[in-house]
């Protein structure tokens, strides 16, 4: 049995089990039939569907969002604000429930001294919803955005380097954020006139809801543990008080943990009862049931480094590579979008 561990790291003090992670050597799957959509991007970041089914997809040291149809890519909108360094840039993108009236796109950056969210109609310049969402040096930007089911949009921030703030209620650092689509608070959010929705994140990489309306995050881990977590309105995550697995009741436990450098889950969708995680340092796609049970690697090494994965209006499953990110090594083509019918 594994012991509890308490020791002093930077801040607090750290309780969780040094036990193997939940998923350790998932048995390889078949991808199915596997094309490129469209090559030569450059870091693509963020990827949602317009009600046309063609694809706005951002890059992050660019600033570009492109629009992808038919097999070719073209630039739509930029993004001048946008200040990359390390992992920051321009990084989530969100399409408005009711584009087809408002025609609202939303897109999260990082701006000089900010990260922030902001709307635009393509080919017009963007307005800020939610600015001082506390910006990393170079990491923990966090970026992921999307709608949900109750027409609120969320986000999934990072602690910017500082580790408290994950734990600090009147801080956007290290929560996911749930707000109106003018970056209110939304109606019924845990603490009234409040964005947080949960806390005690480490960064926050994908966000996707099952049919159900459950939420589900993607997070990335320090030295021990990347998690998948089914997130509850107010739930408390542990980090920095707790990575993985914890004894404490107060701190909710993932579904499923990887070893850091087996996973580094960055995108997520959920299609049916199964989640699926496009992972950079891992390079491969996860696929587990949305119970923590049942993993399975798909595309292992056969792509490098995957930023995200999000579900087409057709059924397939669209992949975004990070060969170009500065971590990774490219190949002739790099970076991509794929598509596979799971």
């Known amino acids: 049995m594994a012991a509890v561990v308490g020791a002093v790291v930077g801040v607090g003090v750290w309780r969780g089990w040094f036990a193997d992670p939940s998923v350790s050597d998932a048995p390889r799957a078949r991808a199915g039939a596997v094309e490129t959509v469209v090559g030569d991007l450059a ?12 694809a706005l997809v951002t890059e992050r040291d660019s600033g570009r969002i492109l629009q992808v149809s038919g097999g070719t890519a073209r630039e739509v909108a930029r993004i001048d604000e946008a200040a990359p360094a390390g992992e920051g840039g321009l990084l989530g993108i969100a399409v408005s429930p009711d584009y087809a009236r408002d025609r609202w796109v939303y897109v999260y950056y990082t701006a000089e001294r900010d990260n922030r969210i902001a709307r635009l109609r393509l080919g017009e310049r963007p307005e800020p919803v939610l600015t001082g969402i506390p910006r990393g040096s170079r990491t923990h930007n966090g970026g992921r955005i ?97 990575e993985g697995p914890s004894d404490d009741s107060r701190y909710v436990t993932p579904l499923a943990t990887w070893a850091t450098d087996e996973a580094s889950p960055s ?37 490098g480094r995957l930023r995200h994965v999000a579900a087409a209006p057709d059924g397939s499953l669209w992949v975004l590579t990070s060969n170009r990110d500065g971590r990774g090594s490219p190949d002739e083509g790099d970076d991509r979008i794929l598509r596979l019918v799971p």
Request: include cysteine; aromatic fraction near 10%.
């Open 43 to 54: 870091a693509p970041w963020g990827l949602a569907f317009l009600p046309d089914s063609s």
């Open 267 to 303: 995108g997520l969708a959920v299609v049916g009862d199964q989640a699926w995680l496009a992972c950079l340092r891992g390079q491969r796609l996860y696929r587990i049931g949305t119970d923590g049970t049942g993993p399975e690697a798909l595309l292992s090494g056969e792509y």
């Open 146 to 242: 999307a709608f949900g089911p109750d027409g609120m949009l969320y986000a999934g921030t990072g602690d910017a380097g500082e580790r408290d703030a994950a734990q600090d209620r009147g801080s956007l650092a290290g929560k996911i954020l749930r707000m109106t689509p003018d970056g209110q608070p939304a109606p019924g959010n845990p603490d009234e006139g409040s964005l947080v929705y949960s806390l005690g994140h480490r960064n926050v990489q994908g966000i996707a809801w099952d049919a159900r309306g459950t939420l589900f995050a993607a997070e990335f881990g320090q030295n021990h543990y990347d998690e998948l977590n089914r997130i509850s309105p107010g739930g408390n995550y542990g980090w920095p008080l707790v």
